[in-house]
């Protein structure tokens, strides 16, 4: 069973067949609601680490603050999240939570994972897979921004957020809506707002992107696929391990 209206089921039920009992947990940590306007501040490093957060709707950042004063953006979360799990073990959060657009997210206790953990060995197995999948998500980006060109760094963060928008979005092709200023992308790449506006039209002329507003479409996707050695982390899962309930 899946819950239309809810972009975490669809996410989970992509990996895995969700139980009604299971839908109907995930629907308790998605109870309370809070709208934030764009670029609000949720949260702040340092603060005490209480709640998760899922993603109702919007777009937002996880970033930290260089010694330069300096900001680098290091997770984009996009519907069906769920945000905090990196930092569930420690007590005070590790970044600043910033919107990109409005928001709409659901607070949750991280006590509320115990009633998942002992009542469904297989929605926790698929939880903490995700979790420990997006370790993984971190050390290509950290090969991507450490060793490609401006256009090979675009052009995986591009392959990147559709390749994840695809699991909640069965419908989505080619094209994304992009709904980060230039000065954020740069954050999250490691550039200048000057190379990101240059790269990208370097990437329109090539013809390997078209933009129109927020939207950008990918035209030469497989090209831009081996350029940067793109591996899809999202599509699919090793469930086999998982236990039965």
Known sequence: MTDATSCLVTKLSHYLPLSDEDVARLAR???NERNFPADHEVYQGGDRNKD??????GWCFSYTDLPDGRRQIVKIHHPGDVIGFPDVALKHATSTLRTI???????????SLDT????SPRLSALLISIALRDHVVLIDVLRAMGRMSAQERVSYMLLDLISRLRIT?????????????QGQ???YLGLTNVY??????RMERAGFIERDHQHVRLLKEDEMICLTDFHDRYADMDTSWFPQD
């Open 116 to 119: 998942i953990l002992r009542e």
């Open 101 to 111: 657009e409005d928001v709409c997210l659901c607070p949750f206790p991280k006590s």
């Open 29 to 31: 940590l998605e109870r």
């Open 52 to 57: 998760l957060y899922i993603v109702k709707h």
């Open 185 to 187: 992308i740069a954050d």
């Open 196 to 201: 990101v506006s240059t790269t990208l039209r």
């Open 169 to 181: 979005n069965s419908k989505m092709t080619d094209t994304i809506r992009l709904p980060m200023t």
